[in-house]
């Protein structure tokens, strides 16, 4: 196997790293529709993180902490990279990792953290998007894969909740 060759996601290695290096993140993505009940392959490992310099400088702690090099062309990213992204998807010695700064109004990162559930994965503590912030992220997306996630979320929970996101249709 190639060194850069993904190994899969290691959700509890990246919780680890995340906390030792105080990243504040909500685990978002595949690993929140697996908590909140419908388990389901994945090839990585999603954070929402906030915005600002404080979280910048940690996001760079953490990308070292993890080996995290640019997915697309294998760039160790820099500050000013950092600064000017709200998006990275990053190779790490944890899989396959994207990260997100802020977000949207009702999906952003204070919000979602209130929101969050307490997640504990290889004896690492960390945070999960709540089921409301669930629902908005894959309504927002709106791929076909999500859709079928969200009908088998309700098919376990019952009608799914309903928030008002900018851009995310019914």
Known sequence: MS??????????????????VGLNYVVIGA????YHGYVRATKDSDLLVPDGLEADAAVLRFL?????????DGKVLTPE?????SNMRVHSRHGIIDIMCG????LDYDT??????????????GSVAALESLVGFKRLAGRPQDQLYLSNLEAI???????PIAGAGA
């Open 157 to 163: 929970h019952g009608p799914l909740p309903l928030e």
């Open 3 to 20: 060194p850069r060759e993904p190994t899969g996601p290691d959700l509890a290695g990246v919780l680890a790293d995340a906390n030792a």
């Open 103 to 106: 977000g949207l109004p009702l």
């Open 31 to 34: 690993f929140s529709v697996i």
């Open 64 to 72: 070292e902490r993890v080996d995290g090099t640019r997915l697309s």
């Open 112 to 125: 979602v953290a209130r929101l969050a559930a307490h997640l504990e994965v290889g004896g690492q503590q």
């Open 81 to 85: 990279d950092v600064m000017n992204t």
